[in-house]
């Protein structure tokens, strides 16, 4: 991409090569299949501007409404929210940006379908994410629903616990209407003790709206709010530098198919 950022401190111009994937899937059997995909991206830390990270390495099952995932898997905490937001390409989904919780981690996941429009899952995981290979012996556990009580409707609700030196827990829920032309999603998110420190809370909620004006132009918006607490004793919350509201708006052009 090329991109300015303005700013009151500076202005900055640059060409920019942010992230790509390459990788290989195959299918075993009708019921085992497996994938690997490396991600070369900033690792944001070292003299390097990109590196190469294994993204997802993992085995997967399916038989009748049963599925099953182990290795490196993709995390089911805001997977949903991701692929309704559908603007990746450009700024991650809310979790992801603000960093409750990682894309993918080494673990084992299991998804059944109880019905048409319920669906259930669980998953067991590191913790660490996709970046780190376990560097202790905790791990996060998580538990959501899917619930789809009519055509293009989508409503889900998420949590997770993992026990250090505080317990850090998320709760998150998600309401989403998608049609051919229309997309509309909107995300409330809890976590306590955000990177194992006690009472240092963050709240946070997200809608954004795509509409395909025509079959290669789309329109679509934005609105991210985070917060924080304040400590006892303090006069500002906590995470006060990162705190606030973000705005968006753009265009989409799809000349071509992908």
């Known amino acids: 991409n090329a991109n300015t950022q303005v700013s009151e401190s500076k202005n900055a111009t640059a060409f920019q090569l942010t992230r790509a994937y390459f990788g290989y899937e195959y299918k075993m059997s009708k019921h085992f299949s497996g994938r690997i995909t490396l991600d070369v991206g900033n690792p944001a830390a070292g003299k390097f501007q990109h590196a190469a990270y294994l993204k997802y390495a993992y085995m997967k099952f399916s038989y009748n409404k049963l599925t099953t995932y182990f290795g490196m898997i993709s995390t089911t905490q805001f997977k949903l929210q991701e692929k309704m937001w559908g603007h990746r390409y450009i700024l991650k989904s809310f979790q992801d940006e603000y960093k409750f919780g990682s894309s993918a981690d080494l673990g084992i996941s299991v998804a059944y379908k109880l019905h048409d429009m319920v669906s259930v899952d669980v998953i067991f995981m590191n ?68 990177k194992y420190e006690k009472d240092h809370n963050l709240t946070g909620y997200s809608a954004y709206a795509s509409y395909q004006v025509k079959k290669k132009l789309e329109v679509f918006g934005r609105y991210d709010n985070l917060t924080s607490n304040t400590l006892t004793g303090e006069t500002d919350p906590w995470n006060t530098a990162k705190d606030g509201q973000l705005f968006m708006a753009g265009i989409e052009y799809a000349p071509v198919k992908g």
Do not use: H, W
């Not at 780190?132 to 556990?141: F, G, L, P």
């Not at 998420?158 to 998150?172: G, P, T, V």
């Not at 998600?174 to 909107?186: F, H, M, N, P």
């Open 127 to 194: 913790g660490e994410g996709y970046k780190k290979i376990q560097a202790d012996s905790t791990y996060r556990a998580g538990a959501g629903i899917t619930v789809k009580p009519l055509k293009g409707l989508t409503l889900r609700g998420y949590f997770d616990y993992e026990n250090k030196e505080e317990a850090l827990m998320n709760i998150a829920t998600y309401v989403g209407y998608s049609t051919d032309a229309l997309t509309v999603g909107a995300e409330f998110i809890i976590e306590n003790n955000n």
